[in-house]
């Protein structure tokens, strides 16, 4: 019960004398809430860009991979020269897959390159022309703003209709309705029969600057000689394992591989490997960011420490009168421990509001993702409760140790 009354009157006193110095408190939890304010808005950004990454590249689904000649990724020239010998995918590979392969839910195939597309007088460059078969659409879990996707009936008579991303709305038919009306590919009419639903961004980079078309419509005009990319859904994310092995067994034995050939001839990638990709890119870029932000908090700290520090030296004949009627170092310590925690929390605070605004305007001005979490206040409020703790240590245990017969003398 006494040691109750003990942190209360600690506390009592250590609100009244911050409440009596307004001006140092205030300079005090500008230190802390600088400090604060950059750890949180930097948590913050980071933490919806990550979840923006991982949606992005998670959307066609945690059970879905492709198998590639190439790689998506190639990191050396060796690597590029390495590959290039590889033979194409072709779509007898694709239909041997889609008939053997037991674990798998949906097949389908695609092959794309970069054209220019027109509408009368108007025209859009480097737009990705994609050749899908009957199950793409339906594995990479596209949804329809307006209109329809293909029926096989179109993709088996390579039917020239076809499917458009918002880019294409928005730059050849602002303002109007684009269905049935025809686009032109390498001077061919396409009829438009539906709009996929927006997909946005990523680094920069739209993903709605396409045109989809049927694959045997593509393969038509440009022929076979590219091959396909085999997208494939398993049955369960927990079987992607045993699907991609199984996958990879079926094609070695189509092709005729050995235990002897290291090389399988073809790729089986994940969005993981996207993933992997951007968190090697910006581990860096965060570990600087974090940096900068500590940075800030104990340049917060220090402003603490010397704040009471000076406290100390201005209340000396006080904390004498104090410890002449009886009290002891412990109290005097907790007394000042306390007055610095209590400012670094009320700093801390009033930092995670502040940062979350920041947080907020940054991503209202640069579209960055905002992902608010409670765990980041939390960490704000452990963060400046550490900063008070370890930078208030040293002016109370200095306050704690003064002899009351010198600390009486003080004027």
Not at 111 to 139: A, D, M, T, W, Y
Not at 206 to 229: E, F, H, L, W
Not at 279 to 308: D, E, H, P, Q
């Amino acid at each position: 019960m006494r040691r109750s009354r003990v942190w209360l009157e600690a506390y009592r006193i250590a609100l009244e004398n911050l409440l009596a110095n307004k001006l140092r408190t205030t300079l005090t939890l500008l230190g802390i809430i600088v400090g604060v304010t950059a750890v949180i808005a930097v948590v913050t950004v980071i933490e919806g860009l990550n979840k923006k990454v991982s949606q992005t590249f998670m959307s066609q689904g945690s059970n879905v991979f492709s198998v590639r000649r190439l790689p998506q990724v190639i990191l050396s020239r060796d690597e590029f020269l390495k590959f290039n010998k590889r033979k194409t995918l072709t779509n007898e590979d694709a239909y041997f897959v889609n008939e053997n392969c037991k674990t798998c839910a949906k097949v389908g195939w695609d092959s794309g390159s970069l054209k220019v597309i027109k509408f009368k007088n108007q025209k859009s460059e480097g737009v990705f022309i994609r050749g899908v078969s009957p199950k793409v659409i339906n594995i990479e879990g596209l949804n329809f703003s307006i209109g329809r996707p293909f029926t096989e009936q179109e993709i088996n008579t390579s039917a020239y209709v076809c499917v458009i991303g918002w880019d294409v709305v928005d730059n050849l038919f602002p303002g109007r309705d684009p269905l049935n009306k025809e686009i032109r590919i390498d001077d061919l009419p396409f009829k438009i029969i539906g709009v996929t639903e927006r997909l946005g961004t990523i680094f920069g980079f739209s993903r709605d600057n396409y045109v989809m078309i049927p694959v045997s419509a593509y393969q038509k005009i440009y022929g076979t000689r590219s091959g396909v990319n085999i997208l494939v859904a398993a049955q369960e994310t927990e079987l992607m394992d045993k699907t991609q092995e199984e996958i990879r067994q079926l094609l070695r034995a189509r092709r005729h591989k050995t235990y002897r050939d290291e090389d399988d001839g073809f790729a089986i990638e994940t969005s993981q490997i996207f993933l992997d990709l951007y968190s090697n890119a910006t581990k860096n870029i965060y570990l600087v960011s974090f940096i900068i932000s500590g940075i800030s908090l104990v340049v917060g700290g220090i402003v603490v420490m010397n704040i009471m520090l000076v406290s100390v030296t201005e209340r000396t004949r006080e904390i004498g009168v104090r410890k002449a009627l009886g009290a002891r170092k412990f109290d005097i310590l907790i007394q000042f421990l306390i007055e610095a925690v209590t400012i670094s929390v009320l700093g801390g605070v009033l930092g995670i509001i502040i940062g979350y605004s920041v947080a907020y305007l940054i991503s209202f001005y640069t579209g960055f993702p905002l992902f608010i979490r409670a765990s980041s206040g939390i960490l704000g409020v452990a963060v400046s409760s550490a900063v008070g703790i370890i930078f208030g240590v040293y002016p109370a245990s200095r306050a704690a140790k003064l002899d009351p017969i010198e600390a009486l003398r003080s004027e």
